[in-house]
C-alpha cells in the first residue's frame, strides 16, 4: 500500500460509512414505497461478494466487521425483493417463474463472483467489487428508467452511493495507480453514478417531488 496506515484506515472507514448510510436508506425507502430500492441482480452479486469475502476469503479488521454489516442489509433488502416484487414486475411475471429465476439469478451470480476470485487470485475482490459495481451503476440507470417513477431510491442513496464508490476507487488508486482495467472501471463508475444522480433528479422534478426531502 503506497499511503500512510492513517489514509489507509481513514479512506477504509469512510467509504464503510457511505456506503452502509446508501444500505440504511435503500432499507428506510423500500418499505416506506413498499418495494426494493436495488435491482435484483445487483443484489444477487453483492450478496454474493460479501459472502464469499465475510466467511471464505475474509478480510482483515475493521473491512471484514464491514462487509458482515453489508451482508446483514443485504439480506433485508432480499426479503424486500421477495416480499414486494409485484410492485416491481406486476402481472408480467408469474410466483412460478419469478423465484426460480431468482434464485438461478443468484447461483450464476455467486459462481461468477467465486471463480473471478479464482481466476484473477484476487483474494482481496477488487475485480469481482468494481466490476460489480459498474454492473450495479448500469442496472440502477435502467431501474429507473423501466420503472418510470422513484420507489425505493432517493438522491441521498444515489450521493452515498457515489461517494462510497468513489473512495474505495481513490483507495485503490492509491495502491496501484497504474492499472489500466482499474482505472477504467473508476471513471466508468463514476460516470454512470453521475448520470444516474442526474436522471434522478430530473425524475423527481417531473413527478413534482421534492428531490431533498425524501430520504
Not at 71 to 99: E, H, K, N, P, T
Not at 182 to 210: G, S
Request: one cysteine or more; hydrophobic letters at 55%.
Amino acid at each position: 500500500m503506497n499511503v500512510s496506515p492513517e489514509l489507509d484506515l481513514a479512506l477504509k472507514l469512510a467509504l464503510g460509512v457511505s456506503w452502509t448510510l446508501a444500505y440504511i436508506l435503500i432499507i428506510k425507502r423500500g418499505f416506506q414505497d413498499k418495494s426494493f430500492g436495488m435491482p435484483l441482480t445487483a443484489l444477487c452479486t453483492n450478496l454474493s461478494w460479501e459472502f464469499i469475502f465475510s466467511f471464505i476469503y475474509s478480510h482483515d479488521p475493521p473491512q471484514n466487521y464491514t462487509n458482515l454489516t453489508w451482508f446483514s442489509f443485504d439480506i433485508v433488502i432480499l426479503a424486500q425483493a421477495l416480499a414486494f416484487w409485484r410492485a416491481d414486475f406486476g402481472l408480467r411475471l408469474s410466483a412460478r417463474l419469478f423465484y426460480p429465476g431468482f434464485l438461478l439469478i443468484l447461483v450464476i451470480a455467486f459462481l461468477g463472483v467465486y471463480l473471478v476470485t479464482l481466476e484473477f487470485e484476487d483474494t482481496v475482490g477488487k475485480y469481482s467489487a468494481f466490476g460489480t459495481n459498474l454492473m450495479m451503476s448500469a442496472l440502477f440507470i435502467a431501474m429507473l428508467i423501466r420503472r418510470g417513477n422513484v420507489n425505493g431510491q432517493s438522491m441521498y442513496i444515489a450521493l452515498f452511493k457515489m461517494i462510497g464508490t468513489l473512495l474505495a476507487s481513490t483507495w485503490f488508486f492509491l495502491d496501484n495507480p497504474a492499472s489500466m482495467l482499474m482505472n477504467f472501471l473508476f471513471v466508468a463508475i463514476f460516470t454512470l453514478d453521475l448520470v444516474y444522480a442526474v436522471l434522478l433528479y430530473q425524475k423527481h422534478r417531473d413527478l413534482k417531488l421534492n428531490p431533498w426531502t425524501r430520504y
